[in-house]
């Protein structure tokens, strides 16, 4: 496996997430499908440090904890709380439950937030990459 290329494959799909997450939110409406862009950004990143710490190719998952813990990344427990959120969003956005919950929470004062937040991280994330 070449890493370097691997690592710039999981960079540059992130950074194309990141843009649709943005223009999403800015179309003023599918906040739900913003926060599961913005999931997917992160999820990326997580894979190409994953492969950065291991050198291996990153397990096919969605659960962003999980690729924190195979980098090894030591979190404040504040971003493990927000991580387990942002999870929620992967699964039941794909998932919905007949009630469509996260449709209804993720408002644009909510998703504004989240998005702030997954911006921090993401920022964070590069800077160990």
Request: hydrophobic share 40%.
């Amino acid at each position: 496996m070449n890493t370097q290329k691997q690592i710039e494959y999981w960079i540059k799909a992130a950074e194309l997430d990141w843009t649709t997450a943005n223009d999403i939110f800015n179309s003023g409406k599918n906040f739900h499908l913003c926060l599961f862009i913005g999931h997917l950004t992160l999820e990326k990143i997580l894979k190409a440090l994953v492969i950065r710490v291991t050198g291996s190719f990153p397990p096919k998952t969605h659960n962003l904890l999980r690729l924190a813990e195979i980098a090894k990344l030591d979190l404040e427990n504040d971003v493990v709380n927000f991580l387990e959120e942002l999870n929620q969003f992967q699964m039941e956005t794909r998932y919905p439950d007949e009630k469509f919950s996260l449709y209804k929470i993720a408002t644009k004062d909510f998703t504004s937030d989240k998005i702030k937040k997954i911006k921090e991280f993401k920022e964070w994330l590069m800077s160990k990459i």
